[in-house]
């Protein structure tokens, strides 16, 4: 609380002579009437006499200064004053007001400390712009991804991922670099000039030997992270007449030729395939493909590699990167759907569907994300008709709000739940962090990335669009929720909800004073956080959509439980494998999202909204903007 002011209105109307108003006549009165005057007064007649003539002087002035002015007011009401009575008249006033004027009363002088207190306590004299503000925040993240890109570049520079508390680099992605690739337009984006150089030159000097000499990588991982990093840096270093955010590292044309080198190398995932459904692994070194052990890919995996194949067709010319990853999308409008939701596996070899589960989790949830980004991003080009896109995920969002969504108990949190053995089978009330893209989905979807106020003012917003708006911003608060519930302001990976048919006690997230501690379960196996994007990105996507200032707060306050657990002192961020326990007990590992994806996305949410607007460019589902090319 702040403290109160050195004064306040209450001494304006207390009896006091340092405040309270008086009239002159009061003065002389109060004064005349005073103990001692009238002792004096009334033991001598000369006194007496001389007090009573003073107040019958003053009386008579007073009256005949009034008489005058009223008949220099009556005259000139009746035009016959004249310039010299009203001249006379009222010098004679202003004399008698010097006379008796008081001085200006002014407020008590301050000193240095109470000043800073009273601007504190109105909130506006001292109060900080807003956006410098921000500004510091985001310069926050600045500073969190060169720390991290310092620990990967000692420890771990050329390997995948970096192990920040052994101080060690793993490949777990093919062997690529990923956290180079993965990084390297965040830093451009941050205008971080010495990684750019650094990241450009490893990749100049490293990648392409890399490609050709690596065996076995997953095709999805491999396109999202690799690919699109690679498309993204040639775009925003000046390729295909993009922006040029930094003044080093390689020229855009070297990006663009890996690229081409790699993707030839995973095309071959979809030529090897009997159907339009391409096998989920590639052999880098000698361009071959096939299907994972159990024969299946997953739907998300096979939908979720368009965006980025799509955008080197248009900068290279070679329209064989397009032509077969939009098989696969004209291959799934044929699948037998409910209500426009799909199992999470899907057979290369048969091109079906395989089992009942249906979830927005792992290994469904890019496929509805590509849906509306893919349709974007080609909606305005003269390539042919795709709105059967925009159709199967209007369809498709009509099935989640149909069918997965629910309230928890006690506080009607909104979540998105499970259908493990198929539409006829139960809810689960099970919610991957994963499907918090979703809420960043539903906006983009609803306003196809133009201000909601801008939006409505046009009249673009039909009344399914503002429904799904409302659905998103339901959603994100329930994710960042999932959040504030446990002791160290970090999500789990899994979540379930307490409803009428499931709760177990003695699993909240451990912090008490949460309003929804009854609301979110939090099972044992569930606990860790691996520095997940998926809220942040919803969080981004909603400020800038809604201009809401919350979204912000929101996003800020994740971002300092990022900083007080996660961060390892010699370089680096780690993951945890408990976040309902303080303190939470590190896991080992930086997630090339962290840098690509997470870091990314706090960096856009606190910064200006007209950098990668969202009307000009999509984001892959590894945070990668790629430029909407028009006709």
């Not at 709000?401 to 099970?430: A, D």
């Not at 990335?449 to 009344?463: H, I, P, Q, R, S």
């Not at 994806?597 to 910064?607: A, D, N, P, R, W």
Request: proline residues 5%.
């Amino acid at each position: 609380m702040s403290k109160s002011l050195p004064y306040s209105m209450k001494d304006v109307h207390y009896d006091n002579a340092k405040f309270r108003h008086r009239s002159l006549f009061k003065v002389i009165t109060q004064t005349l009437l005073t103990s001692n005057m009238r002792r004096e007064c009334l033991s001598c007649s000369t006194g007496k006499f001389l007090g009573l003539l003073m107040i019958f002087g003053l009386a008579c002035l007073m009256l005949t200064h009034t008489n005058k002015a009223h008949s220099v007011s009556d005259g000139l009401a009746k035009g016959i004053g004249t310039n010299e009575e009203h001249k006379e008249v009222t010098d004679v006033g202003i004399r008698f007001k010097k006379l008796f004027r008081r001085a200006p009363r002014l407020p008590p002088r301050l000193s240095p400390d109470e000043k800073i207190i009273h601007r504190n306590f109105t909130g506006k004299l001292n109060e900080p712009n807003v956006e410098e503000q921000w500004k510091a925040r985001q310069q926050n993240v600045k500073d969190a991804f060169t720390h991290a890109w310092s620990g990967y570049k000692k420890f771990a520079m050329g390997y995948d991922e970096l192990m920040p508390v052994s101080r060690l680099g793993v490949d777990g992605l093919g062997g690529l670099g990923a956290t180079v690739v993965d990084a390297l337009d965040t830093a451009m984006i941050m205008g971080l000039d010495e990684v750019v150089s650094e990241a450009g030159s490893w990749i100049e000097s490293h990648l392409l030997d890399r490609i050709r000499q690596k065996g076995q990588v997953n095709l999805f991982e491999t396109t999202i992270r690799v690919l699109g990093g690679l498309l993204s840096a040639y775009h925003l270093s000046g390729g295909d007449q993009g922006m040029t955010l930094v003044q080093k590292g390689p020229k855009p044309t070297i990006y663009l030729d890996i690229a081409k080198n790699l993707a030839d190398r995973l095309l071959s995932a979809f030529t090897s395939s009997p159907t339009a459904i391409p096998f989920s692994d590639v052999v880098l070194r000698d361009s071959s493909a096939h299907s994972a052990p159990d024969g299946l890919s997953s739907t998300s995996e096979v939908s979720t590699l368009q965006l980025e194949f799509n955008y080197l067709s248009a900068i290279s010319g070679d329209p064989k990167y397009s032509t077969e990853g939009m098989k696969v999308l004209a291959h799934l409008k044929t699948l037998p759907k409910t209500e426009g939701l799909v199992p999470i596996y899907i057979s290369p070899h048969s091109g079906e569907f395989s089992g009942e589960n249906i979830r927005l989790g792992s290994r469904g949830d890019s496929y509805y994300e590509y849906l509306i980004k893919v349709w974007l991003q080609l909606r305005d080009t003269q390539d042919g008709n795709f709105t059967y896109l925009h159709d199967m995920y209007e369809e498709a969002m009509r099935g989640v709000k149909h069918m997965l969504v629910q309230k928890s108990i006690p506080s009607e949190l909104v979540f998105v739940g499970e259908l493990p053995v198929g539409p006829k089978g139960y809810l689960s009330p099970k919610m991957d962090h994963l499907v918090c893209f979703l809420p960043g989905t539903l906006a983009l979807g609803a306003t196809k990335g133009l201000t909601k106020e801008k939006a409505m003012k046009d009249n673009l917003l039909t009344f399914e669009d503002l429904e799904n708006l409302k659905l998103a911003e339901d959603l994100t608060k329930t994710c960042f929720e999932m959040y504030s519930v446990t002791s160290t302001g970090l999500a789990p990976e899994i979540a379930y909800f307490h409803t009428k048919d499931y709760f177990e006690s003695g699993l909240d997230g451990g912090n008490k004073s949460s309003e929804y501690v009854n609301d979110i379960i939090i099972k044992h196996a569930d606990r860790h956080n691996l520095l997940r994007p998926e809220t942040v990105e919803s969080l981004f996507v909603l400020y800038r959509i809604t201009q809401d200032p919350k979204y912000r707060e929101w996003g800020w306050h994740i971002f300092e439980s990022f900083e007080k657990y996660t961060k390892v002192e010699s370089g680096g961020y780690s993951s945890l494998d408990d976040v309902t326990t303080v303190p939470p007990p590190k896991r080992d590992k930086m997630e090339t999202f962290f840098l690509g994806e997470t870091l990314k996305y706090l960096y856009l949410l606190f910064g200006d909204s007209s950098v990668i607007p969202l009307d000009k460019f999509v984001f892959n589902t590894e945070a990668h903007p790629l430029p909407i090319k028009s006709s």
